[in-house]
């Protein structure tokens, strides 16, 4: 039997959403999410809502207090996300998340993590990886055990596969076991922009300090006043 912080809302009339909340690890409510019991989004651009005035905050599913008694933390990018995930944890597992996106975390709230493994599951598209990495390498977070974990499908620039794509597909904790046992590596997204290589120059430059030699020897050396020479020539003269 799981036991979930989320309750029914009424939701400009419909009894069909819940709300998630959020709160610091000492306690206090902090904001709240909306999602949807049918599955849709509520728009074309948002699958949730936050409450207004919410703040940062974790989503603890299983309740604040079995998940401060847990060893090992899951820590994904959404609520859902931590939702569709508890169902396959033992005791001594929890999952948890924050509200406000894939790089953000209560920052002043992490304390609570020191001396557990924790393991980061962002989504499979640029910002969900790099938000996950931003977690683990965060210099308040240093001396945590944090690792990140890769989900098995493709990454793409945006709208990549999550957690809950993941269960929905069969996923069991045997295959989140087999992820935390393949060895660690650095599986971050390239940006496009950084996909440009600069095409390389045809120029060729005259070479000042040598005789090039044949093919495959070495250029024959230059006196210093033959490179001077030959350095005035090639610039008209400069520098003077």
């Known amino acids: 039997m799981v036991r979930c912080e989320a309750i029914r809302a009424g939701f400009h009339g419909a009894d069909h959403v819940i709300a998630m909340l959020t709160q610091q690890s000492d306690g206090p409510i902090t904001g709240a999410q909306y999602a949807r019991l049918d599955g849709k989004p509520f728009s074309k651009k948002a699958k949730t809502l936050n409450h207004r005035h919410s703040v940062d905050g974790w989503f603890f599913p299983l309740g604040r207090q079995a998940t401060l008694a847990a060893h090992t933390i ?6 859902l996300d931590a939702l569709s995930i508890c169902g396959l944890l033992p005791e001594g597992w929890a999952a948890v998340s924050t509200l406000c996106g894939a790089g953000t975390w209560p920052k002043n709230d992490v304390a609570w993590l020191k001396g557990r493994n924790v393991f980061a599951i962002g989504d499979a598209d640029n910002v969900g990886l790099k938000g996950a990495y931003k977690f683990a390498d965060a210099k308040p977070n240093r001396g945590l055990k944090i690792r990140v974990l890769h989900l098995p499908f493709e990454i793409t620039p945006d709208h990549g596969k999550d957690v ?3 269960i929905c597909e069969g996923a069991t904790f045997e295959d989140l076991e087999t992820m935390i046992s393949q060895p660690e590596s650095i599986k971050l997204p390239v940006d496009e922009a950084e996909k440009q290589v600069p095409p390389v120059s045809n120029n060729v430059f005259p ?9 495959g020897e070495r250029p024959e050396p230059l006196s210093l006043s033959a490179i001077s020479k030959r350095l005035n020539d090639s610039t008209g003269g400069w520098p003077k």
């Open 74 to 79: 899951i820590k994904c990018e959404g609520p």
């Open 164 to 166: 809950r794509d993941w």
């Open 207 to 215: 070479l000042i300090n040598a005789i090039p030699g044949a093919e």
